[in-house]
């Protein structure tokens, strides 16, 4: 957009002596401004202003100065006033326009272009800038039809023409508007302007070296081209390398302070690096000049839920959607929080509005049971989360594919541009302790930590020097109290970037680093690409392979990856003696004596039970429940109740079965030692499929309650069989869905039986390996100690197998 710097028509003859002073100054100033020595200008419109606070000239020049150096704020209020005083003058409206666009307001902008074209029809710059507020506007279909009448009536120049690659790009047709800019650089090869939106465009269509390469070619011509370094740092960002982009990124905003989308494009990498507070300190920054910039408040919401401040979060994406209603990153956003808070239908509402594909939608419909077209689509499924190379655990709950989740898990890894991950020459190690880091985002009370606790615990401190690392939140309650207890060094890096956490993780000498994320939510995979540690190993968070040649190690056992299996991990298997999943033997179980009654459950009849998570049940899986009430006259199925939404279509696909709803009995969350407890009131829990039952199942054994399960193909699902089979109940364990659904109905139906396995439970409790802790941290330690001697040996990674 170009300011209009002509002196406003119709000013009065000046017949007072002192007003022909000012007259003569005002000339002054507009043949220095005009000459480029806006400094000299301002400070001569403010000697006018402070003898004739109403002069209009003025006024007008002193905003166009503000404008120019991006003193947004500044230009509209002086602008505005001058408006005031001289409401008829059409280039005074074009260039208030400009001001009010520049800050947001494009509505307010395009009625004072409006009224500028209605004082003067013939106004090009009026026209011209009409174009670029629809772009900024977002009405990009509007700006680009206004643009090509302009081309065609032959007022051809490159800012229109930049205009209308602009609207192209907007309108999702970036090899388009890479033609015009490319026209553009054919009769100005260094048009800085052209170059900038040509590598922001091919940023678009993800040939991000090619933007990279423009940029670097402005900065050779003008180092401090604040665009350019912008463009640069977007494309960094979008190759995953938020390090390298906040810099430049920074220096942008630096040189532009007043620009509004800087300031948010480097909140938004803030965010990538972990740096939360800072990040919305730039977005109210942004907000203060552009309080209308629907961006801004995205930005603002990621931060805030990356803080787990969801309703938060949801209340900017609504600020953003009243500014913009079809911001496609507002509607993500807002969705990725909804789900979060368990809010599946809005969340899906969301993502329908933003057009999100089959690979996003599926897994929030999984976590209300809602199974639409699930089957028939499965094909789909799997070829659109390869495709778009989605995180692949939320499919290991859809698809007992082994292979199918290798290839997923090598996918993502591209997409976060962490495939091959940096070799690092590590110094001789220090003599003492072997020393193991263990990666975690949940150390809380969470699942993993509960499963962890012990062996922290158990370490040898004679052989072995701890350290926990821990990038989630701080929830300063039990169990981070027992992990920062247990370990001799505990590090909150939850502020620090990727790169710094490894570079930690090096200076300290750690020899062994233990992911317990994988893919799950929070993870942080790109400390393990950069190699924090000579030996790196995938263990207990996510039951799959990470697809990466970076991690040397995976811990396992024969049930969960047999021999003939390991070709589907990138990783070296160790395989412990007994189940490879570590349990707390000190847990606490409730002495609350639940009746069956205050549970929602009949007192008489069968009681089956799962407490899985609700993402976890299929179709196929629940088809086989049904089954099994209808064979078990009076029985109930005790299901967690996770959200409503998941418990409105469970009733509706049992009725549909021909089951009635009232069988189905959900259970709310409750503390940890009470829901161990309640397990007593069950009679037998029975496990899903394609994703096992894994910390629900080491619950419901230690609470003595027998688990059946259906064995899988994959690595999830295969983890119940291993428990069942270390704790002594190998008969529990099925093969197919006939034979599982006949060994529910054969302990439902024979009392006996179910008795024997009970006492059977009962009795290897006390000895069973899967519940003492202490003996799997020493057969652990023998292979942290194998690893840790191949590597000092410079011997490669091999198949290690721990003999109890």
Not at 174 to 179: D, G, V
Not at 425 to 443: E, L
Not at 557 to 563: C, S
Not at 779 to 796: S, V
Request: a neutral charge; glycine letters at 4%; hydrophobic letters at 45%.
């Amino acid at each position: 957009m170009k300011s209009q710097h002509s002196l406003p028509p119709g000013f009065p003859i000046a017949t007072d002596p002192s007003n022909i002073n000012i007259e003569f100054a005002f000339k002054q100033a507009l043949a220095q401004h005009r000459g480029g020595q806006l400094q000299k200008a301002a400070t001569q419109y403010r000697q006018i202003l402070a003898r004739n606070p109403d002069h209009a000239g003025a006024l007008h020049m002193l905003g166009v100065v503000a404008l120019t150096g991006g003193a947004v704020t500044e230009a509209q209020r002086l602008l505005e006033r001058a408006a005031k005083l001289l409401p008829q003058d059409a280039g005074l409206q074009v260039n208030l326009g400009i001001a009010l666009a520049d800050g947001g307001r494009t509505e307010e902008a395009l009625q004072c272009i409006e009224q500028a074209m209605q004082l003067n029809p013939q106004m090009l710059a009026a026209k011209q800038n009409r174009v670029a507020i629809l772009v900024k506007a977002g009405r990009h279909q509007e700006a680009l039809e206004a643009a090509e009448q302009l081309l065609a009536s032959g007022s051809d120049n490159s800012d229109l023409r930049i205009n209308q690659g602009l609207s192209l790009l907007g309108l999702k047709r970036p090899r388009e508007a890479i033609a015009v800019f490319e026209d553009v650089l054919k009769a100005a090869p260094r048009h800085l302007k052209a170059l900038s939106n040509l590598a922001i465009a091919m940023i678009e269509i993800d040939q991000l070296d090619s933007a990279i390469t423009i940029a670097d070619k402005i900065l050779v011509l003008q180092p401090r081209h604040a665009e350019a370094l912008h463009t640069k740092g977007l494309a960094l960002k979008r190759k995953e390398r938020p390090a390298l982009a906040a810099p430049l990124l920074l220096q942008a905003t630096q040189i532009k302070p007043s620009d509004a989308d800087m300031l948010i494009s480097y909140a938004d990498c803030l965010i990538d690096l972990h740096q939360h507070d800072q990040a919305i300190s730039f977005v109210e920054r942004a907000l203060s000049i552009a309080p209308l910039r629907a961006t801004a408040y995205v930005v603002g919401g990621k931060a805030l839920a990356a803080q787990e401040r969801h309703q938060d979060a949801i209340a900017n994406y609504v600020k953003a959607l009243t500014i913009e209603p079809d911001l496609a990153s507002a509607h993500y956003s807002k969705a990725l929080s909804e789900q979060q808070l368990k809010r599946f239908v809005e969340a899906i509402h969301s993502l329908d509005l933003c057009g999100a594909d089959i690979s996003i939608t599926q897994p929030v419909r999984m976590g209300m049971c809602d199974w639409e077209g699930f089957e028939k689509n499965a094909e789909m499924l799997r070829s659109a989360a390869i495709e778009k190379k989605r995180s692949p655990f939320p499919f290991l709950a859809m698809m007992d594919e082994p292979q199918t989740h290798l290839e997923l898990a090598r996918g993502h890894l591209e997409a976060l541009n962490i495939s091959n991950g940096i070799q690092r020459k590590f110094p001789q190690r220090r003599k003492g302790r072997i020393r193991v880091g263990y990666f975690s985002a949940n150390y809380f009370n969470h699942a993993v930590m509960y499963l962890m606790a012990e062996l922290f615990e158990s370490h040898s401190k004679e052989q072995f020097e701890i350290h926990a690392f821990s990038f989630g939140p701080k929830i300063f309650d039990t169990m981070r109290h027992r992990a920062e207890s247990a370990v001799e060094h505990f590090h909150d890096v939850s502020d620090q970037t990727d790169e710094q956490i490894a570079d930690l993780a090096r200076d300290l000498s750690i020899d062994i680093a233990v992911d317990l994320m994988g893919f799950t939510r929070d993870a942080r995979p790109s400390i393990f690409a950069n190699r924090c540690a000579p030996v790196q190993i995938n263990y207990l968070g996510y039951p799959g392979t990470s697809g990466a040649e970076y991690m040397d190690y995976i811990i396992a056992d024969p049930v969960v990856v047999p021999p003939q299996s390991r070709h589907f991990f990138t990783e070296t298997v160790v395989y412990m003696p007994h189940c490879y999943l570590v349990n707390d033997s000190r847990r606490a179980i409730s002495d609350r004596q639940f009746t069956r009654a205050e549970l929602g459950l009949p007192e008489a009849g069968f009681v089956f039970c799962c407490f899985n998570n609700n993402h976890k049940i299929l179709p196929s899986t629940f088809d086989s429940w049904m089954r099994i009430l209808q064979a078990i006259p009076n029985s109930v199925l005790w299901l967690l109740k996770d959200n409503s939404a998941a418990v409105e279509n469970l009733i509706c696909e049992a009725e549909k079965r021909g089951v009635s709803g009232y069988r189905l009995v959900f259970a709310p969350r409750m503390p940890v030692d009470e829901h161990l407890a309640r397990h007593r009131a069950a009679d037998l829990f029975i496990d899903t499929l394609p994703y096992n039952a894994h910390t629900t199942s080491s619950d419901a054994l230690w609470a003595g309650l027998p688990v059946l399960t259906l064995a899988g193909n994959a690595f999830a699902g295969r983890v119940a069989a291993s428990l069942v089979a270390t704790v002594g109940l190998p008969e529990l364990i099925t093969y197919t869905p006939h034979e599982y659904e006949s060994k529910a109905i054969e302990l439902a139906t024979h009392s006996n039986k179910l008795i024997e396995l009970r006492e059977k439970l009962r009795a290897a409790l006390p000895g069973s390996p899967l519940f003492d802790g202490q003996r799997f941290t020493r057969n652990l330690e023998k292979a942290y100690h194998m690893i840790f001697e191949r590597r000092q040996a410079k011997l490669p990674n091999e198949v290690i197998s721990i003999v109890d």
